[in-house]
């Protein structure tokens, strides 16, 4: 079993920028595509940005492309997304997954990955 936890979320400004963490315990997510998604309250999750096991392969939602970068240390055991220039449209619960499969596809299909955090609120004021 694989438990992750996300920090860092908070409320900012428009323009500003927030990192986002999501560590992992109980087994190592060295091997795992890991993603991140948000999720605004009607609305279904939404795929944000994903990692390959090591870091040299990313994608990103278009919403996000050049404003969020995804990274991982594995040595550590953590994902994290940084975020600039947010927008108020940013605004949302976000999720980082672990996709176990061991394979190297990035999914965008949140039914794909195996394991959830419990979520950190990024709140983005005009």
């Known amino acids: 079993q694989v438990q992750l936890a996300e920090s860092g979320g908070g409320l900012v400004q428009a323009g500003g920028s927030l990192r986002l963490s999501c560590a992992a315990s109980?087994?190592?997510?060295?091997?795992?595509?890991m993603g991140w998604f948000r999720q605004t309250p009607g609305k279904e999750r939404e795929f944000v940005a994903g990692?390959?096991?090591?870091?040299?392969?990313?994608y990103y939602a278009n919403s996000v492309k050049g404003r969020f970068t995804v990274s991982r240390d594995n040595a550590k055991g953590t994902v994290y997304l940084q975020m600039n220039s947010l927008k108020p449209e940013d605004t949302a619960v976000y999720y980082c997954?672990?996709?176990?499969?061991?394979?190297?596809?990035?999914?965008?299909?949140?039914?794909?990955?195996?394991?959830w955090g419990q979520g950190t609120q990024v709140t983005v004021s005009p």
């Open positions: 997954a672990a996709e176990s499969s061991l394979g190297t596809n990035i999914y965008r299909a949140p039914n794909e990955y195996d394991y």
């Open positions: 109980g087994r190592t997510i060295s091997s795992y595509v």
């Open positions: 990692i390959n096991w090591s870091g040299r392969s990313t």
